[in-house]
């Protein structure tokens, strides 16, 4: 007999891993605040402390695949809250470190825990919600936490470190995460894959967690070490290496930790291509817009915090709507419009100068979020449904690998475009400037005047590329091609 609290009960475990989620991102969000004060108490370098973050980004990439696969393997509940439980530990760890390499390892210890949030709970969501429709709704209100802890870590992150110091954002972790792995104790159902895992694939683990390593690193230092430097070479040949080996470890082995058959799919393909187009192009204006704000308008970071508020609040209404669109309209023409909103957001920002008021950043950033929080369930839900059930952990990690590659491949491109950009400004700027004055402070104001034009009109190219190439993911959108049943209960590839 069907319990009739089931139905109360779904709802109450999506809310306990909502819990989960959202203090994993929080806790990125909140740790970027307080590098400033890091950097301080330990008397270190911009460059240096850029190692706490490189550290948790490589550690969390490398380890979200033997999460996904050892959900679906020895249960999502129990992988859901061993992870849990190590990144409370790793979060006291953190607040009590002592110097840097304390800081790194620590960190570390965190992100291979928060690692195991993403592909499990959204497991754990998959399959306590039976029916497609509740199914997209339970996926958008999740992916909707996203954009919650956007919103919560400057309200919280500043007064937090303001009052009690940096160590607090890593020391609030531990009363909230304890609520939330009692829920998840209490609440959240065991469920593992049909198909149980016999043999694991610990090669194939080694081997991606290397090349992902290698991925990452480059992606993070290359602009620093220079593309074609010694410490580049080494990571693709290393990246290249383990890759081609990872993938003949994979087609060979019976229950690899990526299925290659997933790559057959051309709806998991083309979702998940359109998915990295739209996240680089998110997490690479993230990046450079606090930047141009600081530089150029004079905020400060808690001021900057603050036009961030609305593009979140726009995300945070926009990831259910699109959900509800599941079943009714064809996905593909949901995410293509939804990609589209954010090309157009992006290519807002070209208008951004000196001159530019707080409405020309919170005006662009609000309709590119409005754009991708449209489309995030629509994406996630197509992932979840054209792979088997029982391998929906591992699917899912692919997914969330491909948001965080996207990120740092975002990051890195547009910074690279960036710096170039400024060099070609400068030069052409100078070679057609003519100064009818020898005085050395005339000199010295055209001089620094060039040199501002040229990266207020850098800034402004990035995003002519970065709405260019989200715009491509648009029209790439359009090959994902799904029937949906009349019930909405399941999408079924053609």
Known sequence: MEDKKAPDLRWIILLTV???TFLGRLDQTIVNLALPSIMNDFSITVTEAGWIATAYILAN???????????DTIGRKKVYILGFTIFIFGSLL?????????MILFRIIQAIAGS??????MAIITVTFKDGRERAGALGIWSAVFAASAI????????????????????????VGLVGLAMALAFIQESVSEKPTTNFDIWGAITLGIALCSLVLVLDKGLDWGWLSFESLLCYAAMITFGIIFYRIEVRHPEPIVDMGFFKNSVF?????????VFMGMMGSLFLIPTFVQTFLGYNATQTGYLFMPMALCMLVSAPLGSMLIGRVQPRYVIAL???FAAVGLYMFTGIDARSSAWGIILPAMVMAFGMGFGMSQRTTLIASTVPESEIGAASSVLALGRSVAGAFGIALFATILKNTVESNVLSTASNTIINSASPIVMQQVAELIILNAQISAYQTVFV????????????ALTINVRETKTGREILVE
């Open 116 to 121: 195991a949030d993403y592909p499990t709970a």
């Open 338 to 340: 939804s990609t589209l």
């Open 269 to 277: 393909v083309n979702t998940l291509a359109n998915n990295f187009i």
């Open 61 to 71: 990439a490398v380890f979200v695949p033997v999460w996904g696969k050892l959900g």
């Open 152 to 175: 919560v870590g400057p309200l919280l992150g500043g007064p937090l470190i303001d009052m009690f110091g940096w160590r607090s954002v890593f020391l609030i972790n531990i009363p």
């Open 94 to 102: 953190a607040g009590l470190s002592w110097n840097l390499s304390s």
């Open 465 to 476: 590329w970065s709405s260019a190439i989200v715009l491509v993911g648009a029209a790439l």
């Open 18 to 20: 909502m819990v989960g």
